[in-house]
Structures are given as C-alpha cells and as structure tokens.
C-alpha cells in the first residue's frame, strides 16, 4: 500500500493555489441526470471520489468527458436508474444520484450505504423526504428502491441539519409539481451553490443559504455551465499547515467569507491572519507558540467536523488545554490514538477530547482512517521530530489534490511512496 513519508521541522512559507472543492463538484456533477441537455462544470479537483463520481454517472448513461479541470456531461442517454453496491460502498456520497433519478424518471435503486468510520450515518431523513413527497420506499437486499407516486410538494421539516439530504431534497423538489418549502435545511456553501446550479438550468428556488428554501417545481430543466467553489476544507488545512510550522502562507483563490469559524479560532490562539474578500486570498503568519483555544464543531457557519481532527494535530502542541467537542458524527475521534502515538496527550470522555498542549511530537509509524484523519496526521508530522510513516493514504487522496505537490511547494519534506 502506498505511503507517504515526512520529515518534520520545516518551516513552511510560499504561496498556494486552493483547489475546485470536492463536496461542491461531486453534487454538481450529480445535477447533469437531471436534464438531456449538456452540462460544463469546470475547476473539478482531480481526486478518486471524483473518479468514482463520474464512473457512476456512465454507469447510469450520462457520458462524461473530462478535459483538465473542466467536465463535459449529457444525461440524453440516461438508461439507468442503480447504483451498485461496488460504487456505493466506495463514495457515501453516491446517494447523491437518488433525488437526480426520482426527479428524472421517477425510480431508483441505490445500494444502501453501510456505516463508516465516522459512524453509522444513516440517510433516513432522505428516505422520509421522498416519502413525504409521495414515493414509495422498500430495503431488499441491501439495496433501496424507491418508485414515484403521486408526486406533489409539500411542506416539510427537517428533524436535523443534513448537507446531502438537503441535496437531495433539493434535486427531486425542482422537478416535482407544485410548492415544496423545506425547513431546517443545511447552510453550508456546497448547498447554496447546488441551488445558484439548479438555479441557471431553470429551476424556481428561493431562500438559498438560508433555513427555509422555497422550490416552486418547473417540468423541465436545460443545459448550463458552471464553475466549483474553492474547497474549503483544504483551505483550512493549508492555513493549519502554516500555523503548525510557525510559517508563513498566501493562499490564494480562496473564499474568505467560508472560512470565519476557523479564522476566529486562529486569531483568539495567536496567530496572525489577513484576508481579502475582492482578492481571494488569505495571509498567515504564525511566528509564536500559540495558545490552547476550545471548539465544538457545529453545522456551517460553526466550526466544521472535517477540521476538526487537523486542528487538534494544532493543539496538541498549543500552550495549556484545549477541550475539542464534537458534535456531528459520533465517532470521528480514530486519529486520536493515532495522534497519541506520537507524542500527543489527548484524552477522550464522551463526545470531547481534552488535549493538553506538549512540547513536541516525534515521527512514528501511523494510520490514516478517513480524509481529514489522515490530514490531521500529515499536519502532526509536518512539526514532529524525525520521520513520520502514513499508511492507507488512498483516504487522503480521495480529498486532497495532489497534496504532496502542494506541500513541498511550501518547503515541506514530504514524499509519496509506491509499494
Ligand atoms: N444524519 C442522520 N440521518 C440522515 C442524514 C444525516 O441521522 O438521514 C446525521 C448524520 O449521521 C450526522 C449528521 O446528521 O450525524 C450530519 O450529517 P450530514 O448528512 O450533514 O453529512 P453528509 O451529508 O453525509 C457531508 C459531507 C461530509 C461532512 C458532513 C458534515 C459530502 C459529500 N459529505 O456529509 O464530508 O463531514 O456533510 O459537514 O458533502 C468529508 O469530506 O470528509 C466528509 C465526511
């Protein structure tokens, strides 16, 4: 399996280019089965859930033509409505084709995804939107199918913030007859942007970015093209990256406006931060020691779970305690253990950590358990002393482009290897 191994101490500084986000691209790529007219999505990272993403959609019949950053699709050809187990149990995120397909043709078979290690995430509150809407829901074999009724909006609420039930909710509305007002929905970036994309390809939608969104159904949807935010998560990564090795980093085409949670947290720990809205980009400059600063993560605008294990690398080696709750998956504590390989003093009780601050960390040989896992313990490795051993890097590299690459640029001593 292929590692990636780094030695620790560098300074890093430079600056750096934030890749097209993951969560945004995968939702908008998802849209294209919802029209027989083409769809350009440029500024696509290239990353293996992308891979998976597209292998999807051709699965189903859209045709897919990558060219760089820039994807082509056509779902004329769409002539089919299941999503295998084999995908499936690669990407969560594939249950993004259920309200595309209901909203299309009015089936879908789609494997149901099992739990990860985040959890057991389930997606009834998905199921219990299409139900609401008139569809009929059965589980056989491991696989959902799901068969529109009489379809018509309604008001519905959600029992709890969910970024890709919102998504879905939002697919199968746009094509429903009638009124659906959905409460409680996500707020996070990747949400409003599927709408502003349903949006040019005719849908009615009102309320974007906010809790309550109001879709007035329309019969048909056409063609567009359109451009994937900067991804955010890799954007904090980058800007703990800096602070971890007491560097200095202009991130460029980025969007500060996404990134306030964690900028907060940043400046209250001590580390210098300036940013341009018109320009897109951000400065950090983290000369100092900084000190133990607490968070909890929350659904957007709030601290988000996928900095959560980067940003305890961070405090692991802060002045005094921090304490880190988590409060959206219930088990995203894997790199805990991992982390305490190397030196970190964290304890778990319950849903918190409460990391006490030590003076350094040392290289040892760890385990990569999911993306931001794994990128909580690439930025560990970037300060610990000697060498640190990452295995199972095919996690990372479903969300990092070319992350490697990126972080040498910024002086990092940090190599892919192939085994
Ligand atoms: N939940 C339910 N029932 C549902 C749906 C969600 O109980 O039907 C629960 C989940 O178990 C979780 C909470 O609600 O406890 C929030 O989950 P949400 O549905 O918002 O998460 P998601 O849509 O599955 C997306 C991102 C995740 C990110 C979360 C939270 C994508 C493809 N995935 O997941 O990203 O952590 O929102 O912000 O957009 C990652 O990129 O590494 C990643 C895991």
């Known amino acids: 399996m ?7 101490g560098k300074v890093l500084s430079g600056e750096i280019e934030i890749s097209g986000s993951k969560n945004a691209s995968l939702p908008l790529l998802f ?27 051709e699965v189903l019949g859209v045709s897919v033509i990558r060219e760089g950053s820039t994807i082509h699709l056509c779902g004329k050809e769409l002539n089919s409505y299941e999503a295998p187990y084999e995908l499936v149990s690669t990407m969560r995120a594939s249950v993004l084709v259920m309200g595309p397909l209901l909203a299309r043709i009015g089936k879908a078979k789609v494997s149901l995804p099992g739990g990860c290690s985040l959890g057991a995430r389930p997606i009834n509150l998905h199921l219990d939107f299409f139900r609401t809407l008139g569809a009929k ?29 919102t998504m879905n909710a939002l697919f199968l509305a746009v094509l429903t007859p009638g009124t659906t007002i959905m409460h409680n929905c996500a707020l996070e970036p990747e949400v409003v942007e599927l709408c502003l994309l349903l949006k040019s390809m005719g849908a009615n939608i ?10 007035q159904g329309v019969s048909i ?3 567009t093209e359109y451009r994937v935010i900067p991804d955010r998560i890799e954007c904090g990564t980058i800007m703990i990256a800096a602070a971890i090795t007491y560097g200095k980093i202009r991130l460029k085409s980025c969007n500060p406006k996404h990134m306030t949670a964690l900028m907060r947290k940043l400046i209250t720990a001590g580390v210098d931060i300036e940013y341009d809205h018109e320009g897109r980009t951000i400065s950090i400059d983290a000369k100092n020691k900084y000190n133990g600063t607490s968070i909890s993560t929350q659904p957007y605008p709030g601290f988000p779970t996928d900095l959560q294990a980067q940003y305890m690398a961070l405090m692991s080696l802060a002045n005094g305690t921090t304490i880190i709750t988590e409060n959206i998956f219930e088990n995203r504590f894997m790199h805990v253990s991992e982390l305490k390989r190397m030196g970190a003093n964290l304890i778990i009780q319950g ?33 610990a002393k000697g060498e640190t051993e990452i295995s199972r890097i095919y996690h990372v590299e479903r969300g990092y482009e070319h992350i490697e690459k990126k972080l040498s640029s910024l002086g990092a001593s940090i190599r892919r290897v192939i085994e």
């Open 221 to 223: 949807l056409h063609g």
């Open 31 to 57: 849209a294209s089965i919802l029209s027989d007219e083409k769809i350009t999505i440029n500024n696509v990272p290239d990353l293996k859930d992308i891979q998976t993403c597209c292998s999807l959609l």
């Open 2 to 8: 292929d590692k990636y191994l780094i030695n620790g």
């Open 206 to 215: 009102r309320g974007e970015g906010s809790e309550t969104i109001i879709v």
């Open 351 to 383: 849903n918190t950590v409460v990391v006490t601050g030590v003076e350094y960390l040392s290289g040892a040989k760890v385990m990569a358990t999911d993306i931001r896992a794994g990128a909580g313990l690439i930025l560990a490795a970037l300060r």
């Open 137 to 165: 829901v059965n589980l056989i074999h491991g696989y959902v199918e799901i068969e529109c009724g009489n379809m018509n909006g309604t008001d519905y609420h959600f029992d709890q913030k969910t970024v890709t039930g």
